[in-house]
Nanobody, 116 residues
């Protein structure tokens, strides 16, 4: 059974950094796009960043210049380097995989808390 497992969340002060990781395992093949989404309390889930197999990436305006998404296709892992974190970045961060010919897959999420 295919699954995504996120790690790297935690608590940090404003201006700090965190690196999230997400690994796909099980029966999941040819992942066209991997991405990170987030959901803050009382808000809808929103796209943070996405990256294709070929390395093309896109970012939400609110993280551009602060976050960097990267990917290791060989082991189906996607990373999110988050710098200059702000209090408003506090949310549960979810990984998503979009494999060709299979249903999209979501991770269970990892909590990021930014507070002073």
């Amino acid at each position: 059974q295919a699954q995504l497992v996120e790690s790297g969340g935690g608590s940090v002060q404003p201006g700090g950094s965190l690196r999230l990781s997400c690994s796909a395992s099980g029966s999941i093949f040819n992942i066209a796009t991997m991405g990170w989404y987030r959901q803050a309390p009382g808000k809808q889930r929103e796209l943070v960043a996405g990256i294709t197999t070929g390395g093309y990436s896109n970012y939400a305006k609110f993280v551009k210049g602060r976050f960097t998404i990267s990917r290791n296709n060989a082991n189906n892992t996607v990373y999110l380097q988050m710098n200059s974190l702000k209090i408003e970045d506090t949310a549960v961060y979810y990984c998503k995989a979009e494999p060709v010919g299979q249903d999209d897959l979501w991770g269970k999420g990892t909590l990021v808390t930014v507070s002073s």
